[in-house]
């Protein structure tokens, strides 16, 4: 393979596009997964099943059977129980257990409603979540997650089962075609008392469900990442391998061309003016210092990071850093 990744033309019938997704969509994810299939087994990291490196504490071994005691064997596997009945000594026998549970938290906010070409944030967050779910369908993983928005939150969990990939991949779909009946976000109510909108809601929310071992991806722009959201993915990612998909738009990273352009939200519409060269240089500048405290952040943690634009393929995004991370 060329060290130049080169962007396949077939791919764009996997790319979506507009500011809704729809569920066959995020079905056809699947042929674009296996697009990446065999460069993610070939170039897996530590030779393990799946993308990560295993954080798992532990032997990460499942019992399989009872043997013979052999010369060599460790004396701590002796089952003393088979041992006391047969009259002969008799180890336990383990094989290496290669399923890991995937997560995937999935930011529907209103914050993601957002996009000025090719397609919404939070659509192309809807896309990054399903081409890593069904990888880990196919995988032979078990996967779950966490789809949130202003209001309420669902929580799948984990199961290796194509059922269990339909249910969270319909709970992204509902919450994605929730957004366009969002009018005036500051008037949102959560649904629950409890709830409390943002990531570190999100990501208490997905302790429960994660077990030491497991792959946890999160979508998300990181708008509302702050010290809570940082400390529960700092816990999470000390037993378990964290990956942050960044979803940016490239009107976010720097304004147009000098001009006026109409801009809206849905309800109300405005202008936006960018003669002033002196607000252009800042608003890059305000851009690349929140990237670079959001890699510093993840850096320190030890998680990594995917950054996804917008206006390129999916696809082709996530062959890219596979290939960079392998």
């Known amino acids: 393979m060329s060290s130049k990744l080169q962007i396949d033309p077939q791919h764009e019938r996997y790319q979506s596009r507009g500011a809704l997704i729809t569920l066959q969509q995020l079905l056809v994810q699947r042929y674009a997964a296996k697009t990446l299939e065999y460069l993610a087994h070939t170039r897996s990291i530590a030779g393990i099943s799946g ?35 047969t009259g002969k000594p008799f180890t ?39 081409v890593f779910c069904w990888l880990a369908i196919d995988n032979g993983d078990r996967v779950g997650g966490l789809v949130f928005s202003d209001v309420d939150s669902s929580l799948v969990r984990p199961k ?8 969270l991949l319909n709970q992204v779909y509902l919450y994605n075609q929730a957004l366009q009946h969002v009018k005036d976000p500051a008037a949102l109510t959560p649904v629950d008392s409890d709830f409390k909108p943002g990531l570190a809601h999100a990501l208490g929310q997905i302790r429960r469900i994660t077990k030491p071992g497991s792959t946890l991806y999160v979508v998300s722009d990181f708008v509302t990442l702050d010290d809570k959201a940082l400390q529960y993915l700092n ?6 391998n964290v990956v942050c998909c960044f979803i940016y738009d490239a009107l976010e990273e720097s304004l147009p ?3 006026i352009y109409s801009i809206t939200d849905g309800g109300r519409k ?10 252009r240089l800042r608003y890059r ?11 510093s952040e993840l850096d320190r943690m030890q ?6 634009r917008t206006n390129q393929l999916v696809v082709e995004q996530i062959r890219e850093w596979i290939a960079k991370n392998s």
């Open 270 to 279: 405005g202008a936006l003016n960018t003669h002033s060269n002196r607000a």
């Open 51 to 85: 993308l990560h490196q295993s954080k798992m504490r532990g032997r990460g071994i499942d019992f399989e059977e009872f043997r013979p005691y052999q010369a060599g064997d460790d004396i701590r596997l002796i089952d003393w129980r088979v041992t006391a009945r």
């Open 285 to 295: 500048e305000q851009f690349k210092e929140r990237m670079q405290h959001l890699e």
């Open 160 to 167: 290796r089962s194509r059922r269990s990939a339909l249910h």
């Open 92 to 130: 336990k026998v383990f094989r290496e257990e290669r399923e890991r549970p995937v997560i995937i938290a999935v930011d529907q906010t209103h914050n993601m409603f957002f996009g000025s070409k090719t397609a919404f944030k939070s659509v192309i967050a809807a896309q990054v979540a399903a």
């Open 235 to 240: 816990q999470l990612s000390r037993h378990n």
């Open 303 to 308: 998680v990594r990071l995917i950054k996804i």
């Open 257 to 259: 061309v000098p001009g």
